[in-house]
Structure formats: structure tokens, C-alpha cells
């Protein structure tokens, strides 16, 4: 009973003082490289944290900050290993645990000194004291509070084997974007193809160099997708002997990189054909025939209309021909039919 009132004037004091406040509390960070761990070296607790971050996360240094847990030196060892702690290499997390055990037994845990040296600490703290059911002043100050150390362990390391999924995913998602870009392109070569009007003997010739421009493009993506599959592989493969934070940032760029120079590759190739489709388009419009009766000009047939008057030597006076203009046609009467002569003038 006395420990218990204890504990609630306690708690009422920090938790004016602010010790408790939820917008204090900092983030745990998602995948730490340095992990210090404050537990008894003989206690429980120890190889339960140690078997859990080497399933987990064996790529994060493990710093272990030996200190009583119960006792007459428990409280000044918790706090001198916090101090330790402002000295030593920054660690990016601090997990502080202890097995299960009575109110006497977890008593440190909640003594002022203790709870003022967790509020003070500049890094995450995450609490695994006792069992579920137990619950210290220490938690209460603490950043994250875990029910038993297992659960600290786990809440202060990522699934390895997620770590890998999301690498799997973002290499889907990124073969399947290129292949929906060639999907698109090719649609779009098929609809400009299908748009143009030129004659028949120019047709073969550009449908043929349109096939071999779609052909070397999916070559080329093709050749652009096998190498980023390998890199990708051979990404997945040093994940396992590198530090996540430099294996993910590096491969984010690859990726990055890949889709850029993957666009920019489309882009061009699309501008390419676009112009050369112009080009073509500019081209056939001067061969076409109505395009110069339009300008003005007309086609002089013999009557039966199976052949074009290209001289006036071809008709005599009396002659039926029939003009073709940009919109109809005239059937007319020769009168006089002359050749220029060279060097005459009006």
C-alpha cells in the first residue's frame, strides 16, 4: 500500500511538470542503425532483445549497457548508463528492459531520478518493463512503451523480410509502368500510320520504315528492361550485406534514374517518328495531285478522258477536250491550237 501511494503522488507530480506530455514524445525511428540496449547482463531480458534483433535486423549495431536492475544500485546505474549515453558514438535508439517481476522487484523503474534521466535523454526511448500488465513511471516517460522486451526489440527493428517484399514491389511497379509505355507508343505509331493518305507506291515504302523504327524501339526498351532486371537482382543480392538506409537510397536512385532515362528514351523516339511522319505527310501533299488544282492549275483530258493534254501539238481545231479543276470539270471546243516559239513575247 505504501508503494502504491508512492507511485500516484509521483505520478500526479511529473505529470504537472510536463514529464508525461504526448507532444514530447519523438519518433522511433523506422530502421535504426545503432541500437543501445540498458538491461541486466545476467537477466532474462538480454538474450530475448538479442535473439529478436538478430531475427529481424542483423544489419543494425547492437550496443549493450550492463546495469543493475533491482537493488540499491539499480537506479544510479539506469542513470549513469543514461549519462553514458550523451558521451558515447550517437545511437539512434535506446530500448530499456527488464523481465518480469513484482512491484518491489520493478521499484527502480519507477524512481525520480530514473523518469527525470528518460525525459532527459535527446534520443527515442523505448520501454519493455515486466509483463503486459505492468506498468512504471518509466513508461510513462518513455517515447514508446512495449509490454514485454520482445516486443521492444520488434518495435525498434523492421521485418527484414518486408524489407525485401518492398524492394520486389517497386520492381513490379516499375516494369509494368515501362511496359504500359510501350503499349502507349506503339498505339501511337499505329494511329499516325493509319492517319496518313500518300500513293500507294510511297506507302510500302514508309509503312516498312515505320515497322523497323517500332522495331528498334522495343529492341531497345526490351534491352533497357533486361538490364534493369539485372540490376535490380544484383540490388536484392547486396541488400543482404549492406545497411538498409544506403541500400534503399541507392537503389531509389537507380530506379529514379532508370525511369528517367527510360522517358527521355520514349520521348525521343516519339519525336523522331513524329517528324518523320510530317516530313512524309509534307512530301505527299506536293505529289498530290488535287493540292496543285487547288493552287489554281487544271488537267486538260482528250475527250474520252484516257489521256492528259500535255502539248498543244496534241490537239487540232474542232477538238473536244474536258478541263479538270480543284472542284468539276468543263467540256470545251478547240478553236486554234499554237506552240510557243522560243523567245516570243506579247
Known sequence: ??????????????????????????????RPKRISVITSPSGAALPDILVTLARRFPLADVIHLPVAVQ??????????????????PKSDVV???????SLEDLWAFNEEAVVRAIHACNLPVVTGIGHETDVTLADFAADL?????????ESVSPDYKMLAKDVSNSQTAMLDAMQSSIQLL??????????????????????????NSERRIKNCLRHTLDSNQNTLDNLKKRLMNRSPDETLKFQSNQINGLAKLLKQQLERKLQLNEKSFDVLAAKLNTLDPTATLARGFSI???KNGKRIVRSA??????????????????????????LDQPGKTD
Request: aromatic residues 4%; proline residues 4%.
Open 95 to 101: 530500448v530499456l528492459a527488464r523481465g518480469g517481476g
Open 313 to 338: 501539238e496534241q490537239l487540232k481545231k474542232g477538238a473536244t477536250i474536258i478541263a479538270q479543276f480543284a472542284e468539276g470539270t468543263a467540256t470545251a471546243n478547240v478553236e486554234t491550237a499554237e
Open 71 to 88: 537493488g540499491e544500485k539499480a537506479v544510479p546505474e539506469i542513470v549513469g548508463a543514461f549519462e553514458l549515453l550523451e558521451r558515447t
Open 145 to 153: 512503451r512495449a509490454p514485454t522486451p520482445t516486443a521492444a526489440a
Open 1 to 30: 500500500g505504501e508503494l502504491r501511494r508512492r507511485y500516484d503522488l509521483l505520478r500526479k507530480k511529473l505529470e504537472r511538470e510536463g514529464l508525461f506530455d504526448s507532444n514530447l514524445k519523438k519518433s522511433v525511428p523506422d
Open 186 to 211: 506503339s498505339q501511337r505509331i499505329d494511329n499516325a500510320s493509319s492517319r496518313l493518305r500518300h500513293p500507294r507506291e510511297r506507302l510500302n515504302h514508309q509503312q516498312q520504315t515505320v515497322a
Open 300 to 302: 486538260i483530258k482528250t
